[in-house]
């Protein structure tokens, strides 16, 4: 993972667990982040078969 990254994880917020680690480029605007996440959590719902709402992301900061 580079350092110029954001890394977020997406949380199902049923079970409370990670089920999805991304990636995304520092260098995009916020509304380009927002988009990329909307994206990539549609495709974690759809692939674990459960309701798009019950998906969230938070960024993973790291702790110094």
């Known amino acids: 993972m580079k350092k110029s990254d954001k890394h977020y994880k997406f949380i199902n917020c049923s079970t409370g667990h990670a089920i999805y680690y991304h990636s995304i480029s520092d260098d995009l605007e ?5 988009e ?11 692939n674990n078969g459960i309701y ?6 938070e960024e993973i900061k790291e702790e110094a």
Do not use: D, G, M, N
């Not at 916020?30 to 927002?34: A, I």
């Not at 990329?36 to 759809?46: D, G, W, Y």
């Open 30 to 34: 916020t509304k380009k982040v927002k």
């Open 52 to 57: 798009l709402e019950t998906i969230y992301w």
């Open 36 to 46: 990329e996440l909307e994206k990539v959590r549609a495709k974690v719902a759809i």
